[in-house]
């Protein structure tokens, strides 16, 4: 156990060192033009970057609940395995449509600007 806290300890000591010295030899700041520039471009790109991951996240939480909810009925009914697999593909389709809608309107920012 001492073993590990004497590594961390050397860790942590050597990232101080690294970070005081990469500080050190800093480039110079931008001007208030180019920082401005900058966070323009960021802000561009940001937030459908943001858009496009929440749409991926839902279409993945949304067809997880379908699978699950069809799986919990099937073992339930098995003989309306047919009917429950129908439904389960129609879920499934709109909410694929609703994710990728939101992902071309996060491109459409994108690249339309």
């Given at each position: ?103 071309l309107f996060s491109l459409a920012i994108v690249f339309l600007g």
């Amino acid at each position: 156990m001492k073993s590990v806290v004497r590594l961390a300890a050397i860790a942590a000591l050597f990232c101080v060192l690294a970070g005081t010295a990469s500080a050190q030899t800093a480039p110079a700041p931008f001007t208030a033009q180019q920082q401005a520039a900058i966070s323009a471009a960021s802000n561009v790109r940001t937030g459908p970057g943001i858009g496009i991951g929440l749409s991926v996240i839902g279409i993945g939480v949304g067809l997880g609940l379908i699978g699950y909810a069809a799986l919990s009925g099937v073992a339930r009914q098995p003989e309306q395995a047919g009917a429950i697999r129908g439904l389960m593909i129609l879920m499934a389709a709109l909410v694929e449509g609703a994710g990728i809608i939101g992902i071309l309107f996060s491109l459409a920012i994108v690249f339309l600007g």
